[in-house]
Nanobody
Framework: QVQLVESGGGLVQAGGSLRLSCVASGLTFSRYAMGWFRQTPGKEREFVAAITWSATRIDYADSMKGRFTISRDNAKNTVYLQMNSLKPEDTAVYFC????????????????WGQGTQVTVSS
C-alpha cells in the first residue's frame, strides 16, 4: 500500500519560513518524480513545484520562484519543500504527489497523493 505523509505545516507570520516534508512508503521512491501542490477552498489544486527522480530537473510555479525550494533524499524516501518569505496568499493545504512519469505541473499526471498539511500565513 502506497502512502505519502506530509508534515511541517502550521501557522507562521508573513515573511516567515516553513519546511514541509513528505515521506513515501510502499513504492520505489527513487523511480518517481515528486510534486508539491496546494489548494484553498473552492479553488482547483495549484502546482507549486516538482522534481525528477534524480533531481536533475526542477520546476516551480512562477509565483514561488526564488521563495520556495524543492529537494529530495532518496535514501530517506522523502521530498521537502522549503518555503521562505511566506505571504498570506500562500495559505493553503499543501499536498505532495508521486508520478511514475515526468515531473509535470498537471495534477492528473500524478498517481499517488498525500492527505495534505495546512499552512496558514498571518498578516
Amino acid at each position: 500500500q502506497v502512502q505519502l505523509v506530509e508534515s511541517g505545516g502550521g501557522l507562521v507570520q508573513a515573511g516567515g519560513s516553513l519546511r514541509l516534508s513528505c515521506v513515501a512508503s510502499g513504492l520505489t521512491f527513487s523511480r518517481y518524480a515528486m510534486g508539491w501542490f496546494r489548494q484553498t477552498p473552492g479553488k482547483e489544486r495549484e502546482f507549486v513545484a516538482a522534481i525528477t527522480w534524480s533531481a536533475t530537473r526542477i520546476d516551480y510555479a512562477d509565483s514561488m520562484k526564488g521563495r520556495f525550494t524543492i529537494s529530495r533524499d532518496n535514501a530517506k524516501n522523502t521530498v521537502y519543500l522549503q518555503m521562505n518569505s511566506l505571504k498570506p496568499e500562500d495559505t493553503a493545504v499543501y499536498f505532495c504527489a508521486a508520478s511514475f512519469g515526468y515531473a509535470t505541473q498537471r495534477p492528473l499526471d500524478y498517481t499517488y497523493w498525500g492527505q495534505g498539511t495546512q499552512v496558514t500565513v498571518s498578516s
